[in-house]
């Protein structure tokens, strides 16, 4: 079993960064990919960032270029660094953890609000 804790969201202007941390605990030796995914109101979740145990990542189209994923091992914590942040990035995002055998697991989600 895993357990995650997120933190880092909040209210940004247009423009402004965010930086996202899933910190994991628990058994921790099966985790496998990490990732990020957002769910907007009245809009299905959707894969926002991707990043494997050895360091591949994947983005969806609409952060390539504004959104960094990265993970520390040795703390099993995955990181979302968020520039250029838009008002359409305005989510709860959620953090995710596929193991090597069993369940994925979620964070509790953290809001994500872009507004001037």
């Known amino acids: 079993q895993v357990q995650l804790v997120e933190s880092g969201g909040g209210l940004v202007q247009p423009g402004g960064s965010l930086r996202l941390s899933c910190a994991a605990s628990?058994?921790?030796?099966?985790?496998?990919?990490m990732g990020w995914y957002r769910q907007a109101p009245g809009k299905q979740r959707e894969l926002v960032a991707i990043i494997t145990s050895v360091g591949s990542t994947q983005y969806v189209d609409s952060v390539k270029g504004r959104f960094t994923i990265s993970r520390d091992n040795t703390k099993s914590t995955v990181y979302l660094q968020m520039n250029s942040l838009k008002p359409e990035d305005t989510a709860v995002y959620y953090c995710?953890?596929?193991?090597?055998?069993?369940?994925?697991?979620w964070g509790q989600g953290t809001q994500v609000t872009v507004s001037s």
């Open positions: 995710n953890v596929d193991l090597t055998v069993g369940p994925d697991y």
């Open positions: 628990g058994s921790t030796f099966l985790i496998n990919h």
